[in-house]
């Protein structure tokens, strides 16, 4: 049987990409080899590395999710069975580094997350970055007219960036189900 990988990330069933990283993050600081030192540390930090793996691809989560207390075993799929092999490696060749170490590679920078307010700010500057060359165009003089369309072909595609980036990351908050 598989192992209850929200119980070792001690999240709900139903929790965000975020919370995800965030409570793998609390649980590499609690059981990495270079911090903790009882003699299954290593185990504990492998299974912490592979249930975020699982949990945070959205096709193994469902795999996994489908099967966790059925008779199948999901570790007899090719793509769930890769990313238990990965995860277990990448545990063991993060485990051989310091904690300071670790929290320097791209992996674990990569899990990173962010809160609410920083994407709401990211909503309100794209939208008003977007909006402001009609602005400019509205208010001034028509021998500056040229200004407004300059900035538009400025500050029009910035500000659907930002608005974009900004509810992508409101997507990542969203519960899983």
Not at 49 to 63: F, P
Request: glycine residues 4%; aromatic residues 14%.
């Amino acid at each position: 049987m598989l192992p209850d990988y929200y119980r070792i990330l001690e999240i709900g069933n139903d929790a965000s990409d975020n919370e995800i990283k965030k409570a793998f993050h609390r649980k590499v600081l609690e059981f990495h080899p270079s911090v903790n030192k009882a003699h299954n540390a290593l185990d504990s930090y492998r299974e912490v590395n592979e249930a975020y793996e699982i949990l945070i691809h959205h096709n193994t989560r469902e795999l996994y999710e489908e099967d966790f207390k059925s008779w199948h075993n999901p570790e007899e799929y090719p793509l769930y069975k890769y990313w238990i092999d990965a995860a277990r490696s990448r545990a063991d060749e993060h485990a051989k580094l310091s904690i300071d170490e670790l929290k320097k590679t791209k992996f674990y920078k990569s899990t990173r997350t962010w809160n609410s307010t920083v994407f709401f700010i990211g909503l309100i500057l794209g939208v008003v970055t977007s909006i402001a060359p009609y602005i400019i165009m509205a208010f001034t003089d028509s021998q500056y007219k040229f200004i407004g369309v300059a900035t538009i072909f400025l500050a029009l595609p910035a500000g659907i960036f930002m608005i974009v980036q900004s509810l992508a990351g409101f997507q990542s908050m969203k519960k899983f189900h």
